[in-house]
């Protein structure tokens, strides 16, 4: 069974920054390529950053320069860091994980369509 879990979020002032982890458990194919969205209230969820099985990364736009999406492929964990916050960037942040051909490009568009989700965390940013 597949399992992610979320940590790292909370609420910061505009220009703060935030880390945010990805627990994966269960996952075992080579097939794995991951990534976050976010969903703010009364919108649609937003992917915005993916990593794929090769190591290649993309992003949305207006996070661009802004968050880095990593791994740790011995400790089975997503990160993401998030630099320089503005109260645009508050919602539901998630990770998820699933086969890279659901993947076309760019990547992170296509990330809430992965097929395994987390229970999100919660980001605020305030001004």
């Known amino acids: 069974q597949v399992k992610l879990v979320e940590s790292g979020g909370g609420s910061v002032q505009s220009g703060g920054s935030l880390r945010l982890s990805c627990a994966v458990s269960g996952y075992t194919s080579s097939d794995r390529c991951m990534g976050w969205f976010r969903q703010a209230p009364g919108k649609e969820r937003e992917g915005i950053a993916a990593i794929e099985w090769d190591g290649s990364t993309s992003y949305l736009d207006s996070v661009k320069g802004r968050f880095t999406i990593s791994q740790d492929n011995a400790k089975n964990t997503l990160y993401l860091q998030m630099n320089n916050l503005e109260p645009e960037d508050t919602a539901m942040y998630y990770c998820?994980?699933?086969?890279?051909?659901?993947?076309?490009?760019?990547?992170?568009?296509?990330?809430?369509?992965?097929?395994?989700w987390g229970q999100g965390t919660l980001v605020t940013v305030s001004s």
């Open positions: 998820a994980a699933g086969s890279c051909s659901m993947l076309a490009p760019p990547a992170y568009y296509y990330v809430p369509y992965l097929e395994n």
